[in-house]
């Protein structure tokens, strides 16, 4: 048995599995002090299932915590900053693109040291061993306890970032480091940003994991918790409090992976309706589509992995107005103040609920109450509803041809007619609590990034070392290896680098062996040098 848990900003949903069963559900508002809505969720699904706190083999977390925490500047460490590049990279500080506010809720101290790397993995410049020691004595003097370390080419080898960490535990007991090597790819900037991001969050990180704890305790829940990331596998607690910027866009990558689970489809588009925002996203091999493009976080560019997501101002709650003649549909909502301000629910507020309703093909709330709403209006709002998420699915789409549509959220509703370019509409069976369900049945995972040398070793021989490496990172991770399975894999030629260099990135994924996930592992992209 498994209990899956997403907890948002205004709901927390619960669900029960028994193998592939869903045994019972709850939506409940998000606390304050979040084990208090995880507990209330998981309380009534464990009544509703007549199960005892015994029974759970596992349970999977997915959570909206730190994103929200990062785009609102709530919550926020200042950090200690240390760029291994020297004498390159000094004409562009850290922190050079951030937002001014993103900035000064966050900028400790900036050290830029002597250090780093060759794109093949020859040293660039001797580490400045003197200069990270003085950089540790200030940042303990300055009360920083938690550092962001990034180096010149450090995905291809790591060793100067792994022995800045030691210097700074010596000189600073009890810091918290995060090496940007675990976190991003190549490109220094995006990948620094990304570790101050992950360094900020270290104190909330314990936090909201500790509450995790908390509530199972409360509960008398003793089996082992995973965290969901963002490329649809698990990670352990103890991981997820050093690396939190790994769950940002977890939760539409779960309500991908429960879509795909539930309705048995490996490849479809997905769109994930809430009460403000419809996430598109494309599952390819059961997995959401990986964006190929550096990704914008509260403002900060970073080159972590994260789905390729197109997210649109349309919702349950999307207010509905019309200026100049013409109807407006969102972004505004009401949001998770849906039941008291929609004219369904006795509010006084217009929205895409209201429509859907007053058309005939919603039931929820008091239809009564919208019955006088002319028709031209219901008319138009419902086409508006309808061609937004056409259009959302046709610039997600690579091809003309058509492809199944998965609707999953609460928002679900909204949608009544055929969608042009679709070849048929799905609403899979608990289609508003997909996002828990996929945090349910998420997989363990494991990624190699590595450059090698065709000329060297031939192309064969590198692809099959790369997929050998990404299964036993997976495996390390806690998969059952009898499971593991490759689920994507890239090859980019480097041009202007000899040897036919060719960078490899794989991914694979087997389902948890719960008996051996209860030792905290690091994040699997560690490339090294072939």
Known sequence: MRMGIDVGGTNTDAVLLDGRQVLAWRKAPTTADVSTGIVEAISAVLAQASVAPGEIESVMIGTTQFTNAIVERRQLLKVGVIRIALPATSGLPPLVDWPEDMKEAVHGATYLVHGGYQHDGRVANALGVEELKSAARELRNLGISSVAVSCVFSP????????????LRDLMP????SLSHRIGRLGILERENASIMNACLADLSASVVQSFRDALDRLGIAAPFFISQNDGTLMSAEVVERYPVLTFASGPTNSMRGAAYLSDRADAIVADIGGTTTDIGVLVNGFPRESSVNADI????????????????????????????????????VGFAIREKALVFGGDTLTATDIA???????????SRVAGLPADLVSEGVSQIHRMVAVGMDRMKTSRAHAPLMLVGGGAV??????????????????????????????????????FYYAKSGREASLEAARTAAKQAAVDAGADRATVKIVELEELPLAYVPDGAVRIRVRAAGELLVAASDRAREPSASPVMN
Not at 174 to 177: H, Q, S
Not at 361 to 366: K, L, R, T
Request: overall charge negative.
């Open 357 to 367: 309703v007053a058309a005939g093909y919603a039931d929820v709330g008091d239809r």
């Open 174 to 177: 009890g810091v918290r480091v």
């Open 298 to 333: 509260g403002g900060v560019r970073t080159n972590f992995r994260m789905p390729d997501i197109l997210s649109l101002g349309l919702g349950g709650g999307s207010i509905v107005r019309r200026t100049s003649g013409s109807l407006t549909l969102g972004p505004q909502s």
């Open 414 to 451: 909204l949608i009544h007619e055929p969608i042009p370019g679709a070849g048929e509409v799905i609403v899979p069976p608990y289609a508003s609590v997909a996002n828990a369900i996929g945090a349910a049945i998420a997989q363990v995972g494991g990624e190699v990034d590595r450059v």
């Open 156 to 167: 291809i080898k790591a060793e100067m970032e792994m022995q800045a960490e030691q210097i």
